[in-house]
């Protein structure tokens, strides 16, 4: 078996007061465009898993968000075919700002009971039965 780079990659799941649950569409002409993903990104050399969502909250929707409001919750580890991945997933029920898709084709709030109705990356999909349970 051949070792493979490990990639954190940092999520949040963004919920509002409604119980709904924030998911972007990934943009086209990136890899996995146009399935639905967690918010986040990579954590770059030096930075914290809290840190970098910070950063990619801030970047790719307008918000700001605070480390007192990431709440660990689950993680995923998934082997693509280049690299394995480690993201673990914040929960966020306080931000400020509003929200806009600027790296993203388009964002949607749902229901975490109706998650599976959009496709995900492998890596996010089997974090949906976690936020139904919790949600």
């Not at 949040?12 to 993903?37: F, H, N, S, T, Y």
């Not at 990579?42 to 914290?48: L, Q, S």
């Not at 009971?113 to 492998?122: F, G, R, V």
């Amino acid at each position: 078996m051949t070792e493979k780079r490990l990639l954190l990659v940092a999520a949040a799941a963004l919920v509002d007061a409604d119980g709904r649950v924030l998911i972007c569409q990934r943009p086209d002409g990136k890899q996995l465009a146009g399935l639905w993903e967690f918010p986040g990104g990579k954590v770059e050399t030096g930075e914290t898993p809290e840190a970098c969502l910070i950063r990619e909250l801030d970047e790719e929707l307008g918000i700001s968000v605070t480390q007192a409001c990431l709440a660990p919750f689950v993680f995923a580890s998934h082997e693509y075919e280049a690299f394995h991945l480690l993201m673990p997933l914040y929960l966020i029920r306080r931000w400020t700002g509003t929200l806009t898709a600027k790296e993203h084709k388009a964002i949607a709030w749902v229901k975490p009971s109706k998650l599976t109705d959009y496709p995900m990356p492998p890596a996010d999909a089997p974090l949906v039965a976690w936020l139904r349970d919790l949600i």
